[in-house]
């Protein structure tokens, strides 16, 4: 069987794709890796951390060509796997992978500077920064988005607060600009939700643009999260394409 990666988004764990592993398990070897900092591993506040240490750990699963799925976070990921390893990547799928290098034309500059309102984490004694948490999910989400999580999901958050906005600060000073992402010769499935953040619909756009081989698809109802809220129709999009009954 093909083996599928799925990698999982900044703040969350391997959990989230697990009714997709369920889906794809009956065709295809699934490996569903705990990114670096999260799952029962957790890092130091205030450690260093740069996103393609997650790419290095990545690579070192790969024993042989797969199909790689990743959302948000972990669509970055999943593209910057396919530059590292062209020869080990078959499919890509990706839900709004934050891409933000690629923003690097004079068209961009809203997109860039909407970026730039997340700003700097500055924790507490206790290596927590509410505010910066709040922001974060509030810029994704729409305003009160933080304080209309539950007080679990909250904690979640707070307890990968540092190596999430590590992964921020790192992604959003990349620089893997048009021209090196054009260079990903696989088929490629671009997902997103015209909801989401209008800089990231920007960067989903363009980026089907600018693969080769892409095909996009947004829907109409979802927003950045729509891999949480509606498992199910992205789910069956990911099936779909890795079978190949989409190009």
Do not use: C
């Not at 070897?29 to 996103?51: S, T, W």
């Not at 729409?142 to 209309?148: D, N, P």
């Not at 307890?159 to 054009?182: F, I, M, N, P």
Request: hydrophobic share 45%; aromatic share 8%; net charge negative.
């Amino acid at each position: 069987m093909t083996p599928v990666l799925l990698i999982h988004s900044g703040g969350l764990t391997s959990r989230q794709w697990r009714r997709l592993g369920g889906l794809l398990a009956p065709s295809h070897r699934v490996i569903a890796p705990d990114l670096i900092g999260y799952g029962a591993e957790r890092g130091p506040a205030g450690k260093p951390f740069h996103f393609q240490e997650d790419v290095a750990r990545l690579r070192a699963l790969l024993d042989e060509p797969v199909h790689v799925v990743g959302h948000s976070y972990g669509g970055l990921l999943a593209l910057q796997l396919a530059l590292a390893r062209p020869d080990a990547v078959r499919r890509i799928a990706v839900y709004e992978p934050v891409t933000f290098g690629l923003l690097d034309a004079p068209g961009d500059a809203a997109a860039r500077e909407a970026i730039g309102q997340l700003g700097a984490y500055r924790p507490d004694a206790l290596g927590v920064d509410e505010t910066w948490l709040e922001r974060f999910i509030d810029w994704w989400q729409g305003a009160g988005a933080w304080r209309a999580l539950g007080a679990e999901t909250q904690q979640a958050f707070r307890d990968v607060g540092w190596k999430l906005s590590q992964e921020v600060a790192s992604l959003t000073a990349d620089r893997t600009g048009r021209a090196r992402y054009a260079t990903i010769a696989a088929p490629t499935l671009i997902l997103g939700g015209e909801r989401t953040q209008p800089a990231e619909l920007h960067v989903v756009r363009e980026l089907a643009r600018t693969l080769p081989h892409a095909t996009l698809r947004l829907f109409s109802d979802l927003g950045h999260m729509g891999p949480i809220t509606h498992a199910a129709p992205i789910n069956d999009a990911i099936a779909a394409f890795l079978e190949g009954s989409i190009e």
